[in-house]
């Protein structure tokens, strides 16, 4: 028997210990557009892969197209997506339990069990994932006192500085194989054969098991310490502020998510990263990265299908085709060309901007959901639906949130240093530099009221939002401005 490995197994933790089989599927890169450097690490890291003993690399069309051309049975893990389980739901196939994450189905379907499918709380996943795997815990208490520390992780971007005071993140050096990718990825766009957005660059991102654990042991020992205070943060100069970038290591399959939470842990207890730090950082990696995992699965196929707002607005192009020359706004037109630049933004740039201008402009959540998997190196369909759908665009109506996360530019003028080149004043709502966000904000409240009217936790704003003597010229400014901020 062989086994067939998917590019989101490519780690030493999802080897069967049988012969491996390997697709490089030009199909699949057609399916959608992607963003240059998102290929360039899916087809990197498959053709470093395959460089490895027992591994033949097959280069096929599509997954379909070569099963028909073969009459081999095989052994799978669990892939990470609806496509292909259905894929591998068939006689030719021996299929594992997933693997690369902290919990299992069957914990996660016992921890379940008693709430009936709803009225689940993260906190209370992440505080059993703690107390089962013990990580941070003194028997059954968890160090420090509390199994959160968020409060000490809120610090807004330090003043006056462009950057944040700590060592830049790991790269990597590309090789030939990195060469060879972008000679086809540019050959194949210029044949129409692909659709790629964003800009081509330097490869920032681990793609083998050797690249992954040395850019983890940097962060570790160079980053994870200023990782909490900064968190919530954001600075126009500072791209990956003092995040990890394992994201894309993680979900490729080439880190295990306990290793990661494992080596977190050692740096508190070596006194050579704060407990704050450690602790949001393991909660990411061990809590959240699992919960949006089972739940993507949980919710369904359909879930991406949900829109409780009724937003329909169409992308604008500058989103689109992520050019931000003629976009106004600082803050969006930042983080779009972040997008471009390299695929990648860190949480709040990601929720408090772009998700919440999506949500004020009410953009379509299904076609936002795709944006968002097709344009960032980390976007996997398993984990924005969630993200976005739920978190981000309260298109299922609560069933992730208790409200939606909106917010005016107050919020991103206290977290960042956005606000100080903008033509536009976050505490301005009405007139020529009225803050997009801001009216965007009140703007969202107005249209939205008779879905958010009965939601205890809207209640405030919306009072003050029917208060406001301005209700309809904000109204009627935003409708002008539409999506082109
Ligand atoms: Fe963004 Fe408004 Fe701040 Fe400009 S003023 S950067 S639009 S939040």
Request: glycine residues 8%.
């Given at each position: 028997m062989q086994q067939l490995l998917f590019a989101y197994q490519l780690g030493p933790h999802f080897d069967l210990g049988e012969p491996i089989v390997l697709l490089e599927?030009?199909?699949?890169?057609?399916?959608?557009?992607?963003?240059?450097?998102?290929?360039?690490?899916?087809?990197?890291?498959?053709?470093?892969?395959?460089?490895?003993?027992?591994?033949?690399?097959?280069?096929?069309?599509?997954?379909?197209?070569?099963?028909?051309?073969?009459?081999?049975s095989f052994t799978v893990v669990n892939p990470t997506s609806f496509g292909y389980r259905k894929l591998v739901d068939s006689e030719r196939f021996t299929v594992f339990p997933s693997r690369g994450f902290v919990t299992n189905e069957d914990r996660w379907a016992s921890w379940m069990a008693p709430k009936s499918g709803k009225g689940f709380v993260f906190e209370d996943f992440y505080r059993d994932t703690r107390r089962r795997t013990g990580l941070l815990m003194n028997d059954a208490v968890p160090i420090g006192g509390a199994f959160n520390f968020d409060h000490e992780n809120r610090l807004p971007a330090p003043k006056k500085v462009s950057s944040l005071p700590v060592a830049p993140p790991w790269q990597p050096t590309e090789d030939d194989i990195d060469a060879g990718v972008r000679r086809d990825l540019m050959r194949w766009q210029a044949e129409g054969k692909i659709q790629l957005s964003g800009k081509d660059g330097p490869r920032l991102f681990a793609v083998t098991r050797q690249e992954a654990l040395a850019a983890l042991t940097h962060f570790i020992a160079e980053r994870?310490?200023?990782?909490?205070?900064?968190?919530?943060?954001?600075l126009e100069g500072d791209w990956a502020m003092s995040h990890s970038l394992?994201?894309?290591?993680?979900?490729?399959?080439?880190?295990?998510?306990?290793?990661?939470?494992?080596?977190?842990?050692?740096?508190?207890?070596?006194?050579?990263?704060?407990?704050?730090?450690?602790?949001?950082f393991i909660r990411q990696v061990i809590g959240w990265r699992d919960f949006v995992w089972h739940l993507y699965w949980h919710f369904g196929e359909d879930y991406t299908g949900l829109n409780f707002l009724s937003a329909t607005a169409e992308l604008p192009p500058s989103w689109k085709e992520l050019d931000s020359t003629h976009?106004?706004?600082?803050?969006?037109?930042h983080t779009i060309a972040k997008v471009s630049d390299r695929g990648w933004l860190h949480h709040i740039e990601r929720l408090m901007i772009l998700g919440n201008v999506a949500m004020q402009?009410?953009?379509?959540?299904?076609?936002?959901?795709?944006?968002?998997?097709?344009?960032?190196?980390?976007?996997?369909?398993?984990?924005?639906?969630?993200?976005?759908?739920?978190?981000?665009?309260?298109?299922?109506?609560?069933?992730?949130?208790?409200?939606?996360?909106?917010?005016g530019g107050a919020y991103i003028s206290k977290m960042t240093n956005y606000c100080g080149e903008c033509p536009y004043n976050p505490k301005v709502r009405v007139g020529e530099n009225a803050c997009p966000v801001t009216a965007g904000y009140w703007a969202f409240l107005d249209r939205s009221e008779a879905e958010l009217t009965g939601n205890f936790r809207m209640a405030q704003p919306m009072a003050a939002m029917r208060k406001m003597v301005d209700r309809q010229a904000i109204r009627e400014q935003e409708k002008l401005r539409g999506t082109a901020l």
């Amino acid at each position: 028997m062989q086994q067939l490995l998917f590019a989101y197994q490519l780690g030493p933790h999802f080897d069967l210990g049988e012969p491996i089989v390997l697709l490089e599927s030009i199909g699949r890169l057609a399916a959608r557009p992607y963003h240059w450097q998102k290929a360039h690490l899916i087809l990197s890291a498959i053709r470093h892969r395959a460089q490895d003993d027992n591994v033949t690399l097959v280069k096929a069309p599509s997954y379909r197209e070569f099963l028909a051309s073969s009459a081999a049975s095989f052994t799978v893990v669990n892939p990470t997506s609806f496509g292909y389980r259905k894929l591998v739901d068939s006689e030719r196939f021996t299929v594992f339990p997933s693997r690369g994450f902290v919990t299992n189905e069957d914990r996660w379907a016992s921890w379940m069990a008693p709430k009936s499918g709803k009225g689940f709380v993260f906190e209370d996943f992440y505080r059993d994932t703690r107390r089962r795997t013990g990580l941070l815990m003194n028997d059954a208490v968890p160090i420090g006192g509390a199994f959160n520390f968020d409060h000490e992780n809120r610090l807004p971007a330090p003043k006056k500085v462009s950057s944040l005071p700590v060592a830049p993140p790991w790269q990597p050096t590309e090789d030939d194989i990195d060469a060879g990718v972008r000679r086809d990825l540019m050959r194949w766009q210029a044949e129409g054969k692909i659709q790629l957005s964003g800009k081509d660059g330097p490869r920032l991102f681990a793609v083998t098991r050797q690249e992954a654990l040395a850019a983890l042991t940097h962060f570790i020992a160079e980053r994870l310490d200023l990782f909490g205070p900064y968190e919530d943060a954001g600075l126009e100069g500072d791209w990956a502020m003092s995040h990890s970038l394992l994201s894309v290591p993680l979900n490729f399959g080439l880190l295990d998510p306990l290793e990661v939470a494992l080596a977190a842990e050692a740096a508190y207890h070596s006194g050579n990263a704060r407990l704050s730090s450690v602790e949001g950082f393991i909660r990411q990696v061990i809590g959240w990265r699992d919960f949006v995992w089972h739940l993507y699965w949980h919710f369904g196929e359909d879930y991406t299908g949900l829109n409780f707002l009724s937003a329909t607005a169409e992308l604008p192009p500058s989103w689109k085709e992520l050019d931000s020359t003629h976009v106004q706004a600082n803050c969006v037109s930042h983080t779009i060309a972040k997008v471009s630049d390299r695929g990648w933004l860190h949480h709040i740039e990601r929720l408090m901007i772009l998700g919440n201008v999506a949500m004020q402009r009410g953009f379509n959540p299904r076609e936002l959901n795709d944006w968002f998997i097709s344009s960032f190196v980390d976007g996997t369909p398993w984990v924005m639906p969630v993200n976005v759908i739920g978190m981000s665009q309260f298109a299922d109506g609560g069933m992730m949130s208790t409200k939606p996360y909106a917010g005016g530019g107050a919020y991103i003028s206290k977290m960042t240093n956005y606000c100080g080149e903008c033509p536009y004043n976050p505490k301005v709502r009405v007139g020529e530099n009225a803050c997009p966000v801001t009216a965007g904000y009140w703007a969202f409240l107005d249209r939205s009221e008779a879905e958010l009217t009965g939601n205890f936790r809207m209640a405030q704003p919306m009072a003050a939002m029917r208060k406001m003597v301005d209700r309809q010229a904000i109204r009627e400014q935003e409708k002008l401005r539409g999506t082109a901020l």
